[in-house]
């Protein structure tokens, strides 16, 4: 395969980037070292809000952790991708681009789904409103204050949806001090332009003010589609923000937040791998065979042979008013957001190939409203904060699914009329004739009646014998091609099967009401107790569904499978359900100061994720079903200390989940199916800082994690039932070691200049795609006893290896300007950053992770 032999480097060019990545803590001085030992500056404090009001990071008893702006600039975060390894058991994948980033934390994650009408268990919160639309989780990383990442169910204070965590991303708001501003100007590899701004202006000092900010970002991508001769995995973004901050009086806060983010790359293109004989797909193509139409050479690693692909568009407005006023004995809070999205890839391409095997395109729009309303009270010993809360998000989704649309222009030139309707649904109400060799299998292709039509259902309209012959073929000579059952089939009469294009519509409506308390108390001046309770009652309303299904021809509808029609009834109607479920989550922590600086707590905590539909499924009434909501019941201890006068900081957490009815996706045929799944995690954390002197600070987080999927049944007369026994599994995107390591130095100063150099390495241990881990095949690259063929490629099965990321950048900063130099992936790792089994066309689908890339950047502050 030439992706992992394009990845051997010479030894001197892996030495260099490892001495770059690393050149600061082995330079690190004897004397700096010999300063820690004698004093100097401590850390810096980080208050954070993450609890709902402003705490330092060490006081609070929860795995919690933070980047500061000008942290989230020296590790070169531009997007939330560049979060991936940083933090502890956090990780970070898309299967589209990075405004719809897929966050992984202690394993929960939203898994191998990749609807864009799916909650994420992680919550993703901007200013403290909640982000139920997952397309556009990365559209506001610019001018931020901080970064907060809480690990572990936050049942509490956010609620639904956090039963892996929640991301705060806090961008900067009016200071009411001076004027001020910077702008910043980068290119880098791939003709990669960057532009940010800021501009605050204070009309009144400490009464009135407002912010401005804006990103533009352009490049052309690093993925060559020589079929159609352009460039993908673009990015293309483009967005602004308005903060007006009012301080009527001594007690009262008024913040007003506006907002604009536009994305419209070319987007990702797959990378598509078959499981059949020599790496071949469906239609035996392979990616790592020579190709005619290439000259004869193979495919590189930044290549994807496509006939099409086109934009990733997605757009997000919206706003937010938050207001705080403090009385006497309380502080009352109201926070009120709301924002409308838009969501289209049309048409997507997902069998990275050049034929059209595999297309969808996905169309959503998405209205969200928040409304929070809590009071604070913060007495000597007791501290109590209560609210409630109501939100509801409304999407409408209308995808087209595509499928071996290269079997039309063969079929009509043929001769085969544009009305053709033996369209391969191969389930539920459409399915009427099998070919007898099914039922009863001692028949051969040499018998008269092999392939006779057996009626199924006299209602159905697909005759199944030529699709079950082509797939009988496949697994009798591991190769896609004629054979002898489809030549006996054809010989019988058995029409053949047509591409399949099918439109489907529905809505989702997600209204949530929830009522929530949280007490603290000191028991001694050392030990004190926090324990919380919050009531969530959610509704989820499958509205306005249907799926229509057209002929040959592509223009015209000639059956309803949501709901079932066959012929055509325009006045069927549609399909709607809904389901409510009433929610008690929350925790208790117990604190300890076992010395100055120095906290021990353990505690329990149970969060959930609300229940969905299974959206995707378009082929069969069948297939729409409620979801039943996650529920996760986590056990916890910790530290959190500093030492040495505080210039070393660690952070300690071990942890066991035991986690019910994971909302997992397993695709069957041409079709996701949503499931539940139960299992168990443990784990542990540790976060060091050390500020060895003025000149050098070291950081390092490391995670470990041990997941496994337990007490699971298949029930094949259920169709909400896994198919494939995943007990024993371990968890999707949950690596057993994440690792990270990093050093800021200060190289040089004179008058009010510096040179400033960060250099990291990030750890991504061995992880599983999906929940399936090796799909039964033993060795993980050859297939399951009693198959020919793979289940899932060796990609897949033998699960991702672990992989290491070196960043360096260097800054010359002043107090009006900074210049800098920066580099990611130095040694150019190419490695896979999602997968997803797509059985139906003989492959597997691949996103890779982005090449080497460097660049330059200047700012100018005012």
Not at 79 to 106: C, H, I, K, W
Not at 134 to 157: C, K, M, N, W, Y
Not at 280 to 306: C, H, I, M, N, W
Not at 545 to 562: K, P
Request: proline share 5%.
């Amino acid at each position: 395969m030439q992706q992992h032999s394009s990845n051997r480097s010479s030894y001197g060019s892996r030495s260099a980037a490892l001495t770059v990545a690393v050149a600061g803590i082995l330079a690190t001085p004897l004397s700096d070292l010999a300063y820690a030992q004698e004093g100097g500056a401590r850390l810096d404090e980080v208050v954070v809000t993450a609890q709902r009001r402003e705490q330092s990071l060490q006081e609070i008893p929860v795995a919690v952790s933070a980047f500061t702006g000008e942290e989230l600039v020296n590790r070169g975060v531009f997007e939330t991708s560049d979060l991936m390894g940083a933090l502890p058991n956090l990780q970070v994948t898309s299967a589209y681009s990075s405004t719809q980033p897929n966050f992984s934390l202690r394993g929960i994650s939203v898994a191998n789904e990749f609807s864009a009408s799916t909650a994420s268990p992680v919550g993703v919160y901007v200013d403290e409103v909640y982000q139920s639309f997952r397309a556009s989780h990365g559209q506001q990383l610019f001018d931020l204050e901080r970064i907060e990442v809480l690990r572990g169910p936050q049942g509490t204070l956010y609620g639904r949806n956090t039963t892996g965590g929640a991301v705060n991303f806090i961008t900067r708001r009016p200071e009411l001090a001076e004027n001020n501003g910077y702008a910043t100007v980068g290119y880098g590899t791939f003709s990669a332009v960057r532009l940010l701004g800021a501009a605050e202006f204070t009309a009144v000092p400490d009464v009135f003010g407002i912010r401005v900010a804006g990103t533009y970002v352009h490049d052309d991508g690093y993925i060559k589609n020589p079929t159609l001769g352009k460039t993908y995995a673009q990015t293309d973004s483009k967005a602004v923000r308005l903060r007006a901050r009012w301080l009527p009086g001594d007690r009262t806060d008024i913040d007003l937040k506006l907002y604009h983010a536009y994305n419209n790359p070319r987007g990702d293109l797959p990378f598509g791998i078959g499981y059949l004989e020599g790496r071949t797909d469906a239609l035996g193509y392979s990616r790592f065979e020579p190709r005619p139409e290439l000259g004869g050479r193979v495919l590189s690693d930044k290549e994807v042979q496509s006939e099409t692909g086109n934009r990733y568009f997605t757009s997000s407005t919206g706003g937010s008013l938050t207001i705080q006023h403090e009385f006497d004995a309380f502080t009352l809070t109201s926070i009120t957001g709301f924002d409308t999205s838009e969501y289209r890839l049309s048409p997507f391409d997902c069998d990275g190939s050049p034929f059209d095997t595999c297309s969808i395109r996905y169309f959503s729009e998405s209205d969200n409203f928040n409304q929070d309303l809590r009071i604070d009270y913060q007495g000597e010993r007791l501290r109590v904060l209560a609210g409630a809360y109501y939100g509801v998000d409304r999407i409408d989704t209308e995808n087209d699914a595509d499928f071996f649309g290269f079997l039309r222009p063969l079929l009509l030139e043929a001769g085969v009329p544009g009305g053709f309707n033996n369209i391969p649904i191969a389930v539920g109400n459409s399915l009427s004739v099998l070919p007898a060799f099914l039922l009863d299998p001692t028949l051969t292709p040499a018998d008269p009646g092999f392939c006779a039509p057996v009626t199924v259902n006299p209602a159905g309209y697909f005759d199944a014998r030529s699709l079950i012959a082509f797939n009988a073929d496949v697994a009798l000579n591991n190769a896609a091609g004629p054979g002898p059952i489809q030549a006996a089939c054809q010989a019988a009469g058995a029409p053949p099967f047509g591409p399949i294009l099918a439109n489907q519509q529905f809505r989702l409506e997600r209204p949530s009401f929830a009522l929530y308390g949280e007490l603290g108390y000191d028991l001694t001046d050392r030990l004190s107790v926090t324990t919380g309770l919050r009531i969530t009652r959610d509704s989820v309303r499958y509205r306005n569904a249907r799926t229509e299904l057209f002929d040959l021809s592509g223009t015209t509808a000639f059956a309803s499978l949501v709901p079932f029609s066959f012929p055509l009834d325009p006045d069927s109607g549609r399909v709607n359900q809904s389901e409510s479920t009433t929610e008690v989550t929350g925790r208790i922590i117990f604190d300890y100061e076992l010395a100055d600086e120095v906290l021990v707590y353990a505690g329990y905590s149970r969060g959930y994720r609300a229940g969905t539909y299974n959206g995707l499924a378009y082929q069969d009434i069948s297939q729409v079903y409620f979801v039943e909501p996650e529920k996760v019941d986590a056990f916890e201890a910790g530290m959190k200390s500093r030492f040495l006068d505080g210039r070393l900081q660690l952070n300690l957490a071990g942890f066991y989940y035991d986690y019910t009815n994971q909302q997992i996706a397993q695709i069957i045929g041409a079709t996701s199916f949503l499931r539940n799944a139960d299992g168990r995690v443990f784990g542990g954390e540790a976060e060091l800082a050390w500020r060895v002197s003025d000149q050098v600070r070291l950081d390092a987080a490391l995670g470990l994690l041990d997941t496994k999927y337990t007490g699971n049944t298949i029930d094949p007369e259920d169709p909400t039932s896994l198919t494939l026994n995943i007990n024993g599994n371990p968890f999707s995107n949950a690596p057993e070691v994440t690792f990270s390591a990093g050093v800021d130095w200060r190289l040089w100063s004179a008058g009010n200049g510096e040179l400033l150099l960060r250099t990291d390495a990030q750890y991504m241990g061995k992880y599983y795609f999906d929940p399936f881990k090796d799909y039964g095949q033993s060795p993980c690259d050859q297939p399951a006893p009693g198959n020919s063929v793979l289940l899932a490629t060796p990609e897949l099965a033998c699960g991702n290896p672990g992989y290491w990321l070196f960043n360096a950048r260097l800054s010359y900063v002043t107090d009006r300007f900074s210049v800098s130099l920066w580099g990611k992936n130095l040694t150019d790792k190419f490695y896979y950053a999602y997968g997803l089994n797509l059985n139906a066309f003989y492959l597997d689908y691949l996103s890779r992770g982005a090449p080497r890339t460097y660049g330059a950047e200047f700012s100018y502050f005012f």
